[in-house]
Structure formats: structure tokens, C-alpha cells
């Protein structure tokens, strides 16, 4: 039982180029959530999803996209990477909130645009 | 939208003392759930403890117990017999219990969190 696997664990681009992290989970979770955090600020929400076919945006999506074909998969694509995205990058999943379970997180990326 | 604020950037406390981190949060739902999650320097983030809104009763886990102030919006975390391993950042975060009803939005709102340093 891995739990949620991200990859990379470390990653430079240069200004403009895309990139896809990947996140995986092997719990059967339905709910799936991307974070990033900055020094200072905590974490905060990019985008989550509640199912397979089913995302939504959170507090900071822009220059994101998130799809969810797979209950397993939930891959965080930069369009164009900018300077302002370096930042460390946590997934992380949930069974129903119903259950009171909280997220449990991968071990991040670290993703530095140049 | 909700907000999550721990007040205390810092604290530092003996080893083997009692220590408490703050948080206070603002929302307009009643139903909720309310964590704190440790981030030691390997990043990794591991949930320390949970409570849900409509219980009255403070969750506990070993050292680790909250203070659940509803009418307050108040959510301590008081770490007893303080360890060097519990040296750490902290976060407070929520998550609305309301999706599933077909309102509100799923993920967590976290604080800024608090860098507990421990003295040996």
C-alpha cells in the first residue's frame, strides 16, 4: 500500500515550458486535492476533485489545469510555467467526508521556474 | 469563504513541558471538520489529530488534544510532555462538511501556520 505517490520529487523549467506532476493513490479515495505552498503562506487549494470525471477549482487555479479520468490518477498540468509558479506542490486524497477522514498527502514536489 | 488564522508564527517550549498552538477560524456553516497537521523538515505532512464540528466532545490522540470552542471558532492544540520529535510546523485547517449535500466545496482551508521549536 504506497498511499499517495507524486513524481517528480524535484523539478526546474524554464520560463514557458509545460509540465504535467503526477499524483497517484492506491486507496480507492474518491475525493483527490492539489496544494501549493509558498514560504508564509501556508497551503493553499488549486484545484479538487470528488470523483472520476469531476473537478472544481480552489483558491489559486490560474495557470493550472486538472483532469480526473481514473479514480486512481489526478495530474496537475502547468500550461505555461512562470517564475511566480516556483512554489513546492502537494497532492493529496480523501475518502467521503462523510467518514471524517482527513487528506493524506504525498511527499510533495519542489518545482523551480527559471 | 472560510478563513483559518494561527496567531503564533512561532512558539518554543522545554522539553517535557506542555505547549499550546492557536487557531481560530471564520465561517458561515455549522457543519465541519477541523484538523491540525504536522510538517517536520522532510515536508511530509501527517494529520496529528481531527474533530468533528457537531461534537461536543474535544477529540484526544496520546499527547495530543484539541480545545473546540464552536461559538468561539476557536480550535486549540495542546501538545503534552513536549518531544524533540515533535519539533515542527503546524497547520490548522478546515474542510466543509456540505458537498456532499450538493452545496459548498471540497479541499482544505489551511493557516499560516506555527513553527514549534522544542528546547532540550
Known amino acids: 500500500n504506497a498511499g499517495v505517490t507524486q513524481t517528480p520529487k524535484f523539478q526546474v523549467l524554464k520560463t514557458g515550458q509545460s509540465m504535467t506532476l503526477q499524483c497517484a493513490q492506491d486507496?480507492?479515495?474518491?475525493?483527490m486535492s492539489w496544494y501549493r505552498q509558498d514560504p508564509g503562506m501556508g497551503l493553499r487549494l488549486i484545484h479538487y476533485?470528488?470523483?472520476?470525471?469531476?473537478?472544481d477549482q480552489g483558491e489559486v487555479p490560474n495557470g493550472y489545469n486538472v483532469s480526473r479520468s481514473t479514480t486512481e490518477d489526478f495530474p496537475l498540468r502547468l500550461l505555461s510555467a512562470a517564475p511566480s509558479q516556483t512554489s513546492v506542490y502537494f497532492c493529496?486524497?480523501?475518502?467521503?467526508?462523510?467518514?471524517?477522514?482527513?487528506?493524506?498527502f504525498g511527499s510533495g514536489t519542489r518545482l523551480t521556474v527559471v | 469563504a472560510q478563513t483559518v488564522t494561527q496567531s503564533q508564527p512561532e512558539m518554543s517550549v522545554q522539553e517535557a513541558e506542555t505547549v499550546t498552538l492557536s487557531c481560530t477560524y471564520d465561517?458561515?456553516?455549522?457543519?465541519?471538520?477541523l484538523f491540525w497537521y504536522k510538517q517536520p523538515p522532510s515536508r511530509q505532512m501527517i494529520l496529528v489529530i481531527r474533530?468533528?464540528?457537531?461534537?461536543?466532545q474535544n477529540a484526544t490522540e496520546n499527547r495530543f488534544s484539541v480545545n473546540f470552542q464552536k461559538a468561539a471558532k476557536s480550535f486549540s492544540l495542546k501538545i503534552s510532555d513536549s518531544q524533540l520529535g515533535d519539533a515542527a510546523m503546524y497547520f490548522c485547517?478546515?474542510?466543509?462538511?456540505?458537498?456532499?449535500?450538493?452545496?459548498?466545496?471540497?479541499?482544505?482551508?489551511f493557516g499560516k501556520g506555527t513553527h514549534l521549536i522544542i528546547q532540550p
Open positions: 493529496a486524497s480523501s475518502y467521503s467526508r462523510g467518514t471524517n477522514y482527513g487528506y493524506t
Open positions: 486507496m480507492n479515495h474518491e475525493y
Open positions: 476533485s470528488v470523483g472520476a470525471g469531476i473537478t
Open positions: 465561517t458561515s456553516e455549522s457543519d465541519y471538520y
Open positions: 474533530q468533528e464540528a457537531y461534537k461536543q
Open positions: 485547517a478546515y474542510r466543509s462538511a456540505y458537498y456532499e449535500a450538493g452545496g459548498g466545496a471540497d479541499g482544505l482551508t
